[in-house]
């Protein structure tokens, strides 16, 4: 255990030697399947493709490109916009993609980075981070309304209430921009870069985990914050929030709830290996992955409840760094280094069907 730990920590100082790049360094989910729920399809972007899955049987309907281009990577997430499928690849490029076939519509190519972080739409904009700094408005032609530009790369995936825009930045900042014309209305530092957003809650509270080991509560409307927690290891995935409680999982190997009034603890439980990927809540309780470095040990999917009782564990295999996906009753895990790429899971940890892409 000592050893993994330290293998762990090594792992994430190299994370931060990269950080401070604005498009040389790997990303940490170069590779890592980046799933969403459209509809009733499932998009996942994995390595040299973004693929089209029917998610109740894990049935492939497309993917794009048809051939791997060259050193081309699909890191994240797509969305959908009127009628198009936007991703971002890691050779600078920003695709349109028909939803039915996925073929081609558009491509941008503004960007000096990598497309890292997923999109999100604010009307009919279309709110893209790249890692050259940037965050790009574009309509739905593909065609830059404004830009703005922070002081390092923008990783994570921007939130939104419909009007404004909340991204943070790896150069430790959290900014809040008018939706339509890219105008800062406050920025905070936080005091350590973010990897994987934050998250905008009902209250009116964006609530976010840096690698300073800890969790953030601030304000939407001003940037005051307002509470921080320090946690056991780096909190990467965004943390869900319900009913009061917020719920997040740690590098270190920790689930926990925390009281989104105050920060102060309510449960913790040891997952027994880090929780790098995000869980997802549903009316059953908390679904979430884990994983070690170098592939000590296989990674496990999880269900536990909201009080913090682990209900059962099911060995998936390779390591679960992705956010899970809910298609009704079944749970979507993005698989990476194992033997699938997307292994789907129902309410009782029975694995109901697996997708290994055709070579």
């Known amino acids: 255990m000592h050893n993994r730990k330290i293998l762990l920590f090594l792992s ?3 994370l931060a030697s990269l950080l401070s ?30 693929h089209a899955l029917n998610p109740q049987t894990g049935a492939e309907k497309w993917r ?32 349109s993609l028909n939803p039915d076939s996925g073929g081609e519509i558009w491509v941008n190519k503004d960007a000096k980075g990598r497309w890292i972080g997923s999109p999100i739409t604010v009307g009919d904009l279309i709110i893209a981070p790249n890692a050259d700094y940037s965050l790009y408005a574009l ?38 921009l008018d939706g339509q014309t890219g105008k800062t209305l406050w920025s905070v530092e936080l005091g350590a870069s973010v990897l994987f957003s934050q998250t905008l809650a009902d209250d009116g509270n964006l609530y976010i ?28 995935y965004p943390v869900v929030v319900r009913n009061g409680q917020l719920f997040g999982g740690d590098q270190s190997g920790k689930v926990f709830a925390l009281n989104t009034s105050d920060g102060s603890e309510v449960w913790k439980l040891d997952a027994g290996a880090p ?53 009704g009753d079944l749970v979507v ?27």
């Open 209 to 236: 985990g840096t690698l300073n080991n800890e969790v953030l509560a601030i304000s939407s409307e001003t940037g005051k914050i307002i509470w921080r927690t320090p946690t056991d290891g780096t909190v990467w």
């Open 64 to 95: 794009f490109p048809g051939e791997p281009q060259g050193a081309k990577i699909f890191g994240s997430a797509p969305i959908l916009l009127g009628g198009q499928v936007i991703v971002g690849d890691y050779e600078f490029q920003l695709h």
């Open 139 to 176: 309509n739905a032609n593909g065609i830059v309304q404004w830009k703005f530009s922070a002081k390092n790369g923008l990783w994570t995936q921007p939130s939104t209430d419909g009007t404004n825009v909340y991204v943070s930045s790896m150069d430790k900042n959290l900014y809040a």
């Open 275 to 327: 929780v790098v990927g995000g869980p997802v809540l549903t009316e059953k309780g908390l679904f979430f992955g884990t994983g070690y470095v170098n592939g000590e040990k296989p990674g496990e999917a999880m269900l536990v409840t909201t009080e913090g009782q682990k209900v059962w564990t099911q060995t998936v295999g390779g390591k679960l760094y992705s956010q899970p996906v809910v298609s």
């Open 21 to 50: 790049g604005c498009t040389g360094g790997m990303a940490p989910h170069a590779g890592w399947p980046a799933s969403v729920l459209i509809e009733d399809t499932l998009y996942t972007a994995s390595g040299a493709h973004v």
């Open 12 to 14: 994430i100082l190299i």
């Open 333 to 359: 895990f993005g698989v990476f280094e194992g033997d699938n790429t997307l292994v789907a899971l129902d309410g009782n940890g029975k694995i109901v069907w697996s997708f290994t892409p055709a070579k």
